[in-house]
Nanobody
């Protein structure tokens, strides 16, 4: 099981930037295991929604609402993942969750504890 510890977040004004990070331990790096890191956003009173993902090969995917504003990355040397968030708006307010999926020979899904992001007008 992968352990995920998140950090970052906080309060920022509209148009500002924040960087979220998550530290991983227990990731298996093997040819028969695909690791996919994702970020999700849960706005107040709403369900958790996909924001961005990055696979072990570096392929990235973004929700339409964050394309061009957010950037996901993964540092395999440090086992840390990041979500750089720019041009933030009040709609970006909520709790952000980091997730690590392992697929293939190992099947697991591990979530971080969540981190609050508040964007003020």
């Amino acid at each position: 099981q992968v352990n995920v510890v998140q950090s970052g977040g906080g309060l920022v004004q509209t148009g500002g930037s924040l960087r979220l990070s998550c530290a991983f331990s227990g990731i298996i790096f093997r040819d028969d295991v695909i690791n996919i890191m994702s970020w999700y956003h849960q706005a107040p009173g709403k369900r958790r929604e996909f924001v961005a993902s990055i696979s072990g090969g570096g392929s990235t995917h973004y929700a339409d609402s964050v394309k061009g504003r957010f950037a996901i990355s993964f540092d395999s040397a440090e086992n840390r993942g990041y979500l750089q968030m720019n041009t933030l708006t009040p709609d970006d307010t909520g709790v952000y969750y980091c997730k690590m999926d392992q697929r293939g020979a190992i099947q697991s899904a591990s979530w971080g504890q969540g981190t609050q992001v508040t964007v003020s007008i």
